[in-house]
């Protein structure tokens, strides 16, 4: 199911992909016959989309990234901003939720691409807070606690047809068509000379700029693209929810991205994030229905995992599938926890 | 003109002098040894040839130009390379996707996002090529950290190489290495002599008796002698630390 990366990374399209997107694609069938219900799906897309995003810092960069949810929550103000006061149009206001974003993160970065580790992590927590507070205090802009409501799922238009997205089944196959053509652009992202230049630069920072790579401005870049991804991903859940709140901004919900994105395995493949997303969210519908305290037992897993599994979910399909040795997968993804959190040597 | 040209070099580490004075003229093609004990400043030299620790005072240039202060990538990119004592690899990366990314063909794609880094055959066929000059031949496939110690120090200079640079220094080449890999870096560096500048921090003296064409001592962040190395031998410094024994 996962492939290999070397016989896939020059692919487009992968197997993996075809095969996902065509299970995606019968959702609307059959999620309501097994006691779900079709909003889930739209959320779980919209968040895999996030956690891809979140994950090319995190585990492509080997950047730890604690206040991503302020890149999410302010794509869902710009493209609430965007509907009531510039242009009522879904691309304009989705491409305001991407540059809005986009223009946060480059304003973050600026202060924090010559760290790396633990104080980079302090670091996107602070700023987290800071957009997180101003989201919360500026009542005229965004609402304050109440958020932005009333927020219109616009009509997809392309000039000769217009489609309306009010309904979930629409919405949901309109963000499945956006969540496809997002992840063949992560994929080729990732493996393009440019990912695989991010992730010298997360094994080596020293080795990476002694080649003549400019490492502050790399580690810069894929967290403007991560958080404008992360920020586009924010204005369709904008649309989702017909509301933008800063809950989503808050240090919780920014940590929430971070544990599915290790459950998963993002560490150790792309496909991780989506993978962690799916089980999050249908473990806190699932379990959340049975308990209150269905965190309790995802907490749970989370610390098994970060002690005893770093490879996540991925890296043991990953193992099982390929023939992988689980032990390898489950050293690269020890040592990705260990340069997440145990770097700061270059400088 | 000397390709490398250093004067005057400070390097003060709050009130701590690391280096004092260093002059290094290095014409284009000498291998240029630097020797001297633990600490004396031999790997903040380099730190400073390469563009990793800014000097106080004293400038440094390259090809006529001058370099002084720029930061690493800079300096990597106008063709100086450098090996770690301390090993520096992508330990996650092939041994032939490590060279891969030093390739200067492939930095200048390093912004790219559109297209696919296998897709590109020519880029690994570069590696492989350079990878059979250091003898991995047939480690090109294996994961940098999967190779033994041996393998991993002529990676080392493998990746280098991969950059195409008109200056490669070495530190420490063959440290850690038993006396048969230290025979494998000597011949691997031997063969390299002469189409490339080098310069090399080494602490094995027969290797850099061997090799070198002049040396410099550098005790206590100075230089205390410099010569050929049958210049050195008559050195008191050198005579009564015993180092110049294999010359």
């Known amino acids: ?347 | 003109m000397a390709l490398i040209e250093v004067s005057g070099v400070h390097v003060r580490f709050g009130d701590r002098v690391v280096l004092e004075s260093i002059d290094l003229t290095v014409p284009e093609g000498e291998f240029h040894g630097l020797m001297g004990p633990n600490g004396a400043g031999k790997t903040t030299f380099f730190n400073v040839l390469t563009g990793r620790v800014k000097p106080s005072r004293g400038s440094i240039r390259f090809d006529g130009e001058d370099v002084t202060g720029l930061s690493s990538h800079r300096i990597a990119a106008k063709g100086v390379a450098r090996s770690f004592q301390i090993m520096t690899l992508f330990d996650e990366f092939s041994a032939r996707e490590n060279v891969m990314v030093g390739l200067p063909g492939f930095r200048a794609r390093g912004f790219d996002m559109r297209h696919a880094a296998a897709g590109d055959r020519g880029f690994a066929e570069k590696a492989s090529e350079i990878l059979v000059t250091v003898g991995l031949a047939d480690k090109g496939d294996t994961r940098a950290k999967d190779l033994s110690y041996g393998d991993r120090r002529a990676l080392e200079i493998a990746v280098a190489l991969g950059q195409g640079p008109r200056v490669l220094c070495l530190d420490e080449p063959t440290s850690g290495l038993g006396s048969d890999g230290v025979q494998r870096l000597a011949t691997l560096v031997g063969r390299l002599k002469g189409k490339l500048t080098i310069v090399a921090i080494e602490h094995d003296m027969e290797f850099l008796f061997s090799l070198a064409d002049r040396i410099s001592v550098i005790h206590w962040g100075q230089v205390v002698a410099r010569g050929a190395p049958h210049e050195l031998q008559q050195n008191e410094w050198v005579k009564r630390s015993n180092l110049g024994r294999f010359a």
């Open chain 1, 1 to 347: 199911m996962i492939p290999a990366p070397q016989s896939d990374s020059a692919r487009l399209i992968t197997p993996t992909m075809l095969v996902l997107g065509l299970v995606l694609a019968t959702v609307p069938l059959w999620i309501a016959r097994v006691g779900l219900y079709p909003y889930l799906g739209i959320e779980i897309l919209i968040w895999s989309l996030y956690a891809l995003a979140f994950n090319l810092v995190l585990g492509t960069a080997g950047l730890p990234s604690f206040g991503h949810g302020a890149y999410f929550g302010i794509g869902a103000y710009a493209f609430g901003l965007c509907q009531f006061n510039v242009v009522a149009n879904l691309w304009a206001c989705l491409a305001a939720a991407f540059a809005v974003a986009g223009l946060a993160g480059a304003l973050v970065a600026l202060f924090i691409s010559h760290r790396r580790g633990i104080y980079y992590a302090f670091m996107t927590i602070a700023f987290g807070q800071i957009f997180w507070t101003v989201a919360i205090k500026s009542h005229k802009v965004t609402g304050g606690e109440d958020g932005l409501l009333k927020i219109a799922r616009l009509p997809a238009d392309f000039g000769f047809a217009s489609f309306d997205l009010a309904g979930n089944v629409a919405f949901y196959y309109f963000v499945l068509i956006v969540f496809g053509i997002a992840v063949i652009a992560l994929w080729r992202l990732v493996h393009s000379p440019y990912g695989r230049v991010i992730a010298a630069i997360k094994q080596s920072e020293t080795r990476a700029a002694h080649l003549g790579y400019n490492v502050w401005l790399y580690k810069a870049s894929i967290f403007v693209l991560s958080a404008a991804v992360s920020g586009f991903a924010g204005g369709l859940f904008a649309m989702a929810q017909l509301a933008a709140f800063p809950d989503v901004m808050s240090l919780h919900q920014s940590g929430y991205v971070v544990m599915m994105t290790l459950v998963g395995g993002g560490l150790v493949s792309f496909w991780g994030p989506v993978i962690g997303v799916f089980l999050f969210l249908i473990a806190r519908d699932v379990i959340g229905a049975m308990t209150n305290a269905w965190m309790l037992y995802f907490g749970l897993l989370f610390i098994a995992v970060v002690l005893f599994r770093p490879e996540g979910v991925a890296g043991a399909i990953m193992a099982a599938w390929q023939n992988r040795s689980l032990n390898s997968m489950r050293q690269q993804g020890g040592t990705a926890l260990r340069l997440l959190f145990g770097g700061g040597r270059w400088r």
